[in-house]
């Protein structure tokens, strides 16, 4: 997977929302080209989930090449979106999304998508596996580790090696505790009735979440294979 040209375009602006630390030593090894452009992608949807964008992470958006492949397309129609609105729309849009007066359009949290309440099972779940990766809510964090923008910053940190892990622990964190709803949230996010700006958003993150899926079914599929081999 090549990033696209995402890493210039973002380059120098903070794009993770520092929700999560890491209690143990942050890791200085070589990073696979994919890998990076992975977290790349993820730290993107991290940032743009946890506030709206400013005026400099709009201006570097509006730069952000695309070309014929589906993420390509996507981050040539996100491209587009940060061209033409401005920072008040933008502010605006997002609180209609995920604030609003009493509550946002959508509520963009595991436990609400899989048990259709907040604070259910999905955030014990995902809270305990954090813990046993040594990786702890950030102090003055507000929200859940179940939000989408933390799961993602979760994956960021994983894929990029900023977080220190067990080889695999990106997999496990992505089939567990975001495949089975972050694919929907980000389809009602390109559709919710509040998106202009997000609705872009909403179409990035679901092809990047689709490519992850596949990605890890055919890595744990050749994984199957190899075990099979060993066994003969």
Known sequence: MSDNGLGGAIGGTEVGGASMRCGGTVTSCELDEVDVARG???????????????????????????????????????????????????ERE?????????????????SYYLSGFLHERPLARVRAHLRRLGIERAEGQ?????????????????????????????????EQHLSPWIGRFFADLEHA?????????????????????????LAKAADSGQQREQRR
Do not use: K, N, W
């Not at 009735?193 to 079914?217: K, N």
């Open 142 to 174: 507000a929200e859940p580790e179940d939000h989408a923008a933390i799961l993602c910053e979760v994956m960021a940190g994983l894929t990029s090696g900023e977080l220190t892990a067990t080889p695999g622990a990106d997999r496990e964190v992505f």
């Open 193 to 217: 009735e509040a998106a202009d700006f997000y609705r872009s958003v909403g179409a990035l993150g679901r092809v990047f979440i689709e490519i992850e899926t596949a990605a890890f079914a």
């Open 94 to 110: 997002y609180f209609d999304l995920f604030i609003g007066l009493g509550r946002g359009e959508l509520l963009p949290y595991g």
């Open 40 to 90: 790349r992608q993820y730290a993107l949807l991290a940032r743009l989930l946890s506030r709206a964008p400013d005026r400099l992470l709009l201006s570097r958006l509006a730069d952000l090449p695309g070309d014929p492949s589906p993420l390509g397309v996507v981050h040539a129609t996100l491209a587009e979106a940060a061209g033409r609105i401005s920072v008040e729309r933008v």
